[in-house]
């Protein structure tokens, strides 16, 4: 079954302390593995791909396969960083298919303390 | 960037009643869009794969009749809930997915049924 694991709905950090959101996954295959994240007030938008191997306001997820993990992480964390992060994946886009939905978990609130 | 519009932000209906959301891809097609729905501080959970000219696919347990999906054009598609009652009050979220991008959402449509 394809499931996605965020075991926190909540991690309350200090302004400049290190911060990983957990996600961890279950697919058949390989997905493609995303963070979003929510801002309050705002709409879900995407912080990171792991395809991309990109560093995004300072944040970056390794994807381990043999974990079936893809955390968030990000070394000192700042106020701003305080919204709904979601773990989401999908199977590969095919061309002309319905593939390509996501499949979210429930969501880490983030809450970074000044 | 990729924009994705809803349309209306929010609505206030009457129980018995039927309302149309509209989403639009606002700068490029898609042929492909995505229903979720969104409970109060829970996850987005899939409702169903709109597809361009063709039925849309639903999630198991959604009721086809309920939550009319028609992807009219390559840039509209539209979720009518129909004969709404007070349990179908939710967020509802579109969203379009780019060939090998990303996800875009829409701001999502707060519908209160009274």
């Known amino acids: 079954a394809q499931r996605v694991t965020q075991p926190e709905k909540l991690l309350s950090v200090f302004k400049g302390a290190p911060v990983e959101l957990k996600c961890n996954y279950s697919y058949s295959g390989s997905p493609e593995l995303f963070w979003y994240v929510q801002y309050s007030r705002q709409r879900l938008q995407l912080l990171l791909r792991?395809?991309s191997r990109e560093s995004i306001k300072g944040f970056t997820a390794d994807l381990n396969k043999g974990e079936t993990s893809f955390h968030l992480k990000k070394p000192f964390a700042q106020e701003e960083d305080s919204a709904m992060y979601y773990c989401?994946?999908?199977?590969?886009?095919?061309?002309?298919?319905?593939?390509?939905?996501?499949?979210f978990g429930k969501g880490t609130k983030l809450s970074v303390k000044p | 960037g990729a924009v994705v519009s809803q349309h209306p932000s929010w609505v206030i209906c009457k129980s018995g009643t039927s309302v149309k959301i509209e989403c639009r891809s606002l700068d490029f097609q898609a042929t492909t869009m995505f229903w979720y729905r969104q409970f109060p501080k829970q996850s987005l959970m899939l409702m169903a794969t709109s597809n361009e000219g063709s039925k849309a696919t639903y999630e198991q347990g959604v009721e086809k009749d309920k939550f009319l999906i028609n992807h009219a054009s390559l840039t509209l598609s539209t979720l009518t809930v129909t004969s709404a009652h007070p349990e179908d009050s939710s967020f509802y979220i579109c969203?379009?997915?780019?060939?090998?991008?990303?996800?875009?959402f829409g701001q999502g449509t707060r519908l209160t049924v009274v």
């Open positions: 969203s379009a997915r780019i060939r090998g991008r990303e996800a875009f």
């Open positions: 989401a994946l999908s199977g590969p886009l095919n061309y002309g298919g319905s593939q390509g939905n996501l499949i």
């Open positions: 792991h395809i």
